[in-house]
């Protein structure tokens, strides 16, 4: 089912069982399961993978755009990422996978590293400025900007306000490279299905200049024919620090910000957070946080092992100079042109009030309910039923220890109803047993 506010991470509803494995690795809990199939709440989803990573049935996916509509564009340019380097034994230089993609049918490639080096000069300035709230919080991670909206509100002001590589690339190539030029479409090889989103629905600025977003998997095949046959060009420019973005700490050491953290996997990152809501992070003056294993590499697009991409990658840019060629024509600003607000959908009711006394009956509800989270009313947790109970879109008789305690009540009562006798006949069966 296509959902009314875009996300690329979506149900096939045929393979569902219902297992509910999903729910309990959804961060933002977004998932239920109802009459036997799972369901995304959408106003919770940001977009981070994990059900796709989770689900055993392939139930989850993350939907691109189609390699078919490059045909619309009569100039082609192709933004890599740099996690799609990793994708490729390190016998493949960079050189011959951006050859590769010419050879697929791109007029030209810019690399989205050289793009992420533009950014980590403008972070490295931010960090200098004196009164900027501490630690910033890195906004290269889509689904990590939208988790803070969801649960972090507090932490939106140390937001990194810096628009990310691949619409700084995208930008550059349009600006920049081919002002004015009719028929150029722009389209960015990506790891994750959160960046896909953020091209529909883009964090901090009014709208994406990227006209497609292309998964690493879906290409990943066409391009590893191309390469063998495609001339090795030179085209590399970017260098070490830009594409180290594609890796865990890529983005920390190129900053160079030694009172850092780096943290990715959505579960650590969400920790990592908590501490810094409660204040335990006040020696930190850089946070990296990705929402994939390993980073951009884990990212639930990409086809190789992350473990083994982040040492690929490694490799790549032990094998780059520290900074690449210099951008070839940086934008005036990074800055984001709007703010970023908070998401309401975890409140109760945007009403306070209201919602007060919802969270009232919902302790209520909750405290009732066995607290096993067992799952197999189809929300993550006890706690979460109580919420959709109070919400109006569940009832306690989906808690199956509360059915058949109801059964029991109800039982009981019939067993109580079938002695009861009308009282004429009450009396004589009482004369009868004197
Ligand atoms: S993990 Fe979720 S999506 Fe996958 S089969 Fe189980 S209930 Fe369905
Ligand atoms: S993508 Fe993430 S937030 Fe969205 S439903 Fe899946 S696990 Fe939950």
Redesign the pocket.
């Known amino acids: 089912m296509t959902p009314t506010v875009f996300?690329s991470?979506r149900l096939e509803e045929e393979k569902c069982v219902g297992c509910t494995t999903?729910i309990k690795?959804?961060?933002?809990e977004?998932?239920r399961v109802r009459k036997g199939r799972a369901s995304?709440i959408e106003e919770?989803?940001?977009?981070?993978?994990?059900?796709?990573r989770t689900c055993p049935h392939g139930a989850?996916k993350a939907v691109s755009d189609p390699l078919a509509m490059l045909s619309a564009f009569s100039y082609k340019v192709a933004l890599p990422a740099p996690s799609l380097y990793s994708q490729f034994p390190e016998s493949t230089s960079v050189d011959r996978v951006l050859s590769g993609l010419v050879e697929l049918g791109f007029d030209e490639v810019y690399e989205v590293a050289e793009a992420a080096e533009l950014v980590t000069e403008a972070t490295k300035r931010l960090l200098e400025e004196p009164g900027r709230p501490r630690p910033l919080i890195s906004s290269a991670c889509p689904?990590v900007v939208k988790l803070l909206q969801l649960r972090f509100p507090s932490l939106l002001g140390q937001l990194v306000p810096l628009l990310p590589p691949m619409e700084v690339a995208a930008r550059v190539v349009k600006e920049r490279l081919h002002p004015g030029k009719a028929g150029v479409g722009v389209f960015f090889i990506t790891p994750c299905?959160g960046k896909v989103t953020a091209t529909r629905s883009p964090l901090g600025y009014e709208r994406s200049f990227l006209d497609g977003v292309i998964g690493i998997k879906d290409l990943y095949l066409p391009l590893r024919g191309a390469l063998s046959q495609a001339p090795s060009r030179r085209l590399a420019r970017a260098g070490a620090r830009g594409i180290g973005w594609g890796r865990v700490e890529g983005e920390s050491g190129a900053v160079g910000e030694r009172r850092s953290i780096s943290v990715d996997g959505?579960g650590n990152v969400i920790g990592v957070l908590e501490a810094l809501e409660n204040g335990e992070l006040k020696d930190v003056d850089f946070i990296e946080a990705l929402a994939c294993p390993g980073g951009c590499v884990g990212g639930p697009l990409t086809v190789e092992n992350p473990y083994i991409a982040k040492t690929r990658l490694r490799h790549r840019e032990d094998a780059a100079p520290p900074a690449g060629e210099g951008p070839r024509a940086p934008l005036d600003s990074l800055a984001w042109t709007e703010g970023l607000r908070s998401r309401l959908a975890l409140a109760l009711d945007p009403d306070m009030l209201k919602a007060l006394v919802m969270m009232e009956e919902m302790e209520l509800i909750a405290e009732g309910l066995p607290g096993l989270d067992c799952g197999s009313c189809g929300a993550p947790t006890c706690r979460a039923l109580a919420e959709d109970i109070v919400r109006g879109k569940a009832s306690s008789s989906d808690c199956v220890f509360k059915l058949r305690e109801s059964v029991r009540k109800l039982a009981r009562e019939l067993i109580a109803l079938e002695e009861l006798q009308p009282p004429g006949l009450d009396r004589e069966d009482k004369a009868a047993k004197s």
């Open positions: 996300h991470v999903c690795h959804c961060p933002t977004a998932i995304i919770r989803c940001i977009d981070c993978g994990e059900c796709i989850k689904a299905a959505i």
